[in-house]
């Protein structure tokens, strides 16, 4: 059972592993979000620190973001309560934390458990951390809870809000096509009906017109000449 606490910056869960065990169990359902963290070198619990509220387009477009957007100060708390938490690391002056996001961990068949490697080795970064500094690794210790958690159900939820935003941005991306398409018709059509009546074609109209007139006009005189003709012969 994986302990939890929230961080005292108030955006963060944090998320640890008691045993390899547990880590395997946080890897299997972390979010791929998730900012995972471990000594480097030495064996570790698995820290993972999961932002609260999450700009979901920033997530599907810059996911590395998240990690560049970590203040400082919860960057040397996330290192420290880590390094506090690996058996030969404590000892250590200071050790090297390797962290990256969560969808970058590689979990394959027949590693040990708690085991991971990367998919991308150049979206690992490193954060050297001192000395154990008491103040917030006591401070962290105080606040943490152990509690049962579902992380499976946790992840399908989330998993779920994330495709329901996606499904919304497509519904919302096939509106604006369809209104472009509809924008662009009603411009096409507009052009063929002025192409239609143009002055050209109005005054070769007109001109048609006024010969049939005059045609008709004169075969009714030629007619009204043929009628008198006819009364000569009365």
């Known amino acids: 059972m994986p302990y939890y606490y929230d961080s005292e910056f108030g955006d963060y869960t944090i998320y640890v592993g008691e045993d390899k065990y547990e880590n395997d169990d946080l890897i299997k359902y972390s979010w791929p979000e998730d900012i995972w963290f471990h000594v480097d070198n030495f064996s570790s619990a698995h820290l993972y620190l999961r932002k609260k509220d999450v700009d979901e387009e920033e997530i599907l477009k810059n996911p590395m973001k998240l990690i560049e957007d970590v203040p400082k100060e919860v960057m040397e708390a996330m290192c420290q309560i880590v390094k506090d938490n690996s058996i030969k690391g404590r000892k250590e002056k200071s050790v090297r934390i390797v962290y990256t996001l969560a969808s970058n961990l590689k979990k394959t068949k027949g590693m040990e458990a708690g085991q991971v490697s990367f998919y991308k080795e150049n979206l690992r970064k490193y954060h050297r951390v001192g000395e154990r500094d008491s103040k917030i690794c006591n401070h962290y210790k ?5 509690k ?7 992840l399908e939820e989330r998993i779920a809000r994330q495709q329901a935003y996606i499904n ?3 519904r919302e991306k096939k509106k604006e096509e369809d209104e472009e398409k ?27 017109v006024f010969e049939m007139e005059q045609s008709i006009e004169e075969k009714a005189e030629s007619d009204d000449e043929s009628f008198d003709s006819d009364e000569d012969f009365i």
Request: aromatic content about 10%.
């Open 148 to 154: 049962t958690i579902d992380l499976k159900k946790e």
């Open 142 to 146: 105080k606040q943490r809870e152990w």
């Open 168 to 170: 919304k941005k497509k």
């Open 182 to 208: 509809e924008r662009r018709k009603k411009i096409r059509d507009q052009k063929h009906y002025v192409g239609f009546f143009d002055d050209t074609k109005a005054q070769s109209n007109k001109k048609n």
